[in-house]
């Protein structure tokens, strides 16, 4: 099969070369940094923990089940490298980019299960300031911080891989 005939048969809903898990992945992690924004806003300044922790739990599971579904899309349905072909950028810069997104998109899903799972398990029910607060907030920085890095590097490797 050429890289045309695939590229129509995994059209996505964005103008790009991506298929629709790609192009749903890319366009989700917007809302993702927002509500991951917002959720610390409501946490830091409105001190709302309990609803915190409810948005934590749903997005936490909300992108399990969207990464997993991604990851079973392009290593079974979906031939990423035949789409990103025709690219401006060499082969070997897209696969760089992936790589580097790597580095953060692996270990931020643990990190965030981490978080998660001990901020249920060490913070009262409903959720309130213990003395487990500060580091969790350590932790929960990191994490955040990990998502973000990954939604950019992200967004970059799709640029370079299924817009240019």
Known sequence: MNALS????NAGFLPTRGSIMIDFVAAAMFGIILVLAVSIYLVRYRRMYQVHKWIQIITGVVLLVAVTAFEVDVRFFTDWEALAQPSSFSSG?????????LLFAIP????????????ITKFPNPAQPSPYSQTHIFWARLAAIGMLLTAITGWVFYYA???A
């Open 161 to 163: 891989a299924f817009v």
């Open 93 to 101: 810069t897209v696969h760089g980019l992936l790589y580097f997104h």
């Open 6 to 9: 695939l590229i129509a048969q």
């Open 108 to 119: 931020t899903p643990l990190l965030w299960i981490y978080v998660i799972w001990h901020g």
